[in-house]
């Protein structure tokens, strides 16, 4: 409890300050509101086909322009987001969890334990990402869940290592020799000692990742890798349309642009957290 | 009635030197120290950076794992207990660090350091806690609502009394201050000093207080080791070693150590040179490479332990009535300065 508000503190106080990651802030939760509301603000049906009104221009009627198949493209812009997002934030939160815990345990207890630990983060992070996209596809089958699995295991080296390199440091404290002289055990000193002081710098990146793992699953589902047809992706939605880019550029121009939203907003917020941590500029605007 | 006593302590850190992985190379940070700590008695240990001291203490509170030697705490040798046993141990003796800036959780308030300790020992639940945390906070001199603030709204001296607060939650009987009041000012280690000796009266709380500064460990301590090079050199109570030091090394310290009074007599002799590696210690006895009375004997031969005096201990061969070195009996002649027993 204790953890989650402190890191609400320190990001609080980071956007308060910052006019940008204010408005990455508001661009991604109402990305995410018209996301999880889809369903309800869409205008038509992502999936139902409607040869009749095919590859129309942007208009009134639909905004975002038609498909090939005469689908709505802002509603399945709309439901793409639901794709997008969730496979985003969810293999951030899950390769962010494994990945410092297995960061903080190899930085803790350092002796034999941190390179077993780091050397097989060393394997993972030496397959480029397309390659173990690929493999772990090719294994489990094109799905939302394996595209996450996959996006998921190139994270965890990369949380591992961003964990590992600030518990170093936070474990020579003393505050972390005087919970050892007060008899604490190592899972308490790492849980509310190791952990919060680390988690800003954590918390950093995976802002700044999960607008990494939105482009990647993008990547695979233009690849043909990820959730598979009629669901719609931005990824898969821009590659449909890229076959008629001349014709119809809306058909990539929108999913294209609602990829460069996510992604803007969730730059614009991990650079706000990181000034916010840097404690010279952290100063000098509690000065100002 | 001692409440620590330490046997021989051993403590070597290895260690690589140089590129490519270097040549192993081995610390001798603590290389057989024994001393006691009376119950309630404030005890210094002395001696310049890099002597070990701060290794005594860790070793001692078993923050770092002796090589050899006995650490006792009220007769319960350390080394024999299974991890479960030294957790619960751990109340009964505590540390306080030199820097209070780095001592506390930046990210934990006052009240949720000091109430952590006491519910994980189980010293008290519910609302006793928090009461426990104000009645602390106001022995140490803070107000109770210095509870819900965190540690940056804090001065340094004001850190460091959360720091003897937060060492105090688990009523223990010994405290390790490792250089406690050094990177105090003056006149803020004035105050420091005073409330820990207010709290080691009223308490009855021993202290193993590291220092490399001699006048605060004479207005403190009761008695003292002087530490040269991992090793003790001298002991004894802490008038009687400053005024009449028995050690050449512990003399020329004293000389070392600014005297409040312009008439008082020049220095016998003043220390040249840096202090060893501990990584290749002397041969012999370890401060002969500085010492104006080193003989042959002094390069090869380590000296024993000897008490010349009831409670005073030296490590000098000058000091040994075994010796029959005809060299070291000139020295002794020359210097009588030395050999004040009383």
Not at chain 2, 19 to 43: C, L, N, Q, Y
Not at chain 2, 269 to 274: C, I, N, P, T
């Amino acid at each position: 409890m204790s953890i989650l508000s402190s890191a609400t503190v320190t990001m609080t106080r980071a956007f308060r300050r910052n006019i940008p990651s204010g408005l990455g802030i508001i661009l991604f939760v109402t990305l995410c509101l018209l996301a999880l509301l889809a369903p309800i603000i869409a205008p038509y049906d992502p999936i139902e086909q409607s040869i009749l009104s095919r590859m129309k221009p942007p208009s009134g009627e639909h905004l975002f322009g038609t498909d090939t198949f005469g689908r709505d493209m802002f509603t399945r812009a709309l439901y793409g987001a639901r794709v997008s997002l969730t496979v985003g934030v969810v293999s951030v939160l899950l390769g962010m969890t494994i990945g410092s815990v297995l960061g903080v345990v190899a930085g803790y207890y350092g002796r034999w334990v941190d390179p077993l630990i780091m050397r097989a983060m060393d394997v993972l992070l030496s397959f480029p990402t397309l390659i173990t996209g690929i493999i772990i596809v090719a294994l489990l089958g094109p799905s939302l869940t394996n595209v996450i699995i996959a996006i998921t295991f190139t994270l965890i080296p990369k949380f591992a290592r961003i964990a590992r390199a600030p518990t170093l440091a936070v474990k020579e404290r003393a505050y972390v020799e005087a919970c050892r002289a007060m008899g604490f055990s190592d899972i308490r000193i790492i849980v509310f000692h190791i952990i919060p002081n680390i988690l800003t710098e954590v918390l950093v990146m995976a802002s700044l990742w999960t607008a990494n793992a939105i482009m990647i699953e993008a990547g695979f589902a233009f690849l043909g890798l990820g959730v598979r047809a009629p669901t719609p992706t931005w990824g898969g939605m821009i590659r449909e349309g890229f076959e008629h880019i001349f014709q119809a550029p809306w058909m990539s121009i929108f999913p294209g642009l609602c990829i460069l939203l996510a992604v803007l907003s969730l730059n614009l917020i991990g650079d706000g957290l990181r000034d916010a941590l840097d404690p010279r500029l952290k100063q000098a605007k509690d000065m100002g | 009635m001692s409440i620590l006593t330490v046997t021989n302590l051993v403590k070597h850190f290895h260690t690589r030197v140089g590129a490519f992985g270097g040549k192993p190379v081995t610390i001798r940070a603590v290389d057989g120290v024994s001393f006691h700590v009376d119950a309630g008695e404030a005890f210094g240990v002395v001696g310049e950076s890099g002597c070990g001291k701060s290794t005594v203490g860790r070793a001692v509170l078993h923050l770092i794992e002796p090589d050899e030697g006995m650490i006792e705490l009220d007769g319960t040798d350390l080394a024999d207990l299974r991890p479960s046993e030294m957790r619960a141990l751990r109340p009964r003796m505590q540390m306080i660090f030199q820097d209070p800036y780095s001592s506390l959780n930046p990210k934990q308030t006052i009240g949720a350091a000091l109430s952590e300790p006491i519910r994980v020992h189980g010293k008290a639940s519910g609302d006793a806690v928090m009461q426990k945390v104000k009645t602390l906070l106001e022995e140490v001199g803070l107000p109770a609502a210095a509870a819900d603030r965190y540690p940056h709204e804090f001065s340094g001296g004001q850190r460091q009394r959360i720091a003897i607060a937060r060492a105090l939650t688990l009523d223990p009987d010994l405290i390790v201050a490792d250089e406690a009041v050094s990177a105090l000012d003056v006149s803020i280690q004035a105050q420091v000093l005073k409330l820990m000796k207010e709290l080691m009266e009223r308490r009855g709380v021993a202290f193993l207080f590291i220092s490399h500064d001699l006048g605060v460990v004479r207005t403190f301590c009761k008695r003292l080791a002087v530490m040269y090079l991992g090793r003790v050199v001298e002991s004894g109570p802490v008038g009687t070693v400053f005024d009449k030091p028995l050690h050449p090394y512990t003399h020329s310290l004293r000389a070392a150590s600014p005297i409040p009074d312009p008439s008082a007599r020049k220095a016998l002799a003043r220390l040249s040179g840096e202090i060893p590696s501990a990584a290749s210690p002397p041969s012999g006895c370890h401060f002969h490479t500085r010492c104006p009375y080193a003989t042959e004997l002094c390069r090869t031969q380590t000296p024993k332990t000897v008490e010349p005096v009831s409670g005073r201990t030296v490590a000098c061969h000058l000091h040994d009535p075994d010796q029959t070195d005809a060299m070291l009996a000139t020295k002794q002649n020359a210097i009588q300065e030395l050999f004040f027993y009383d």
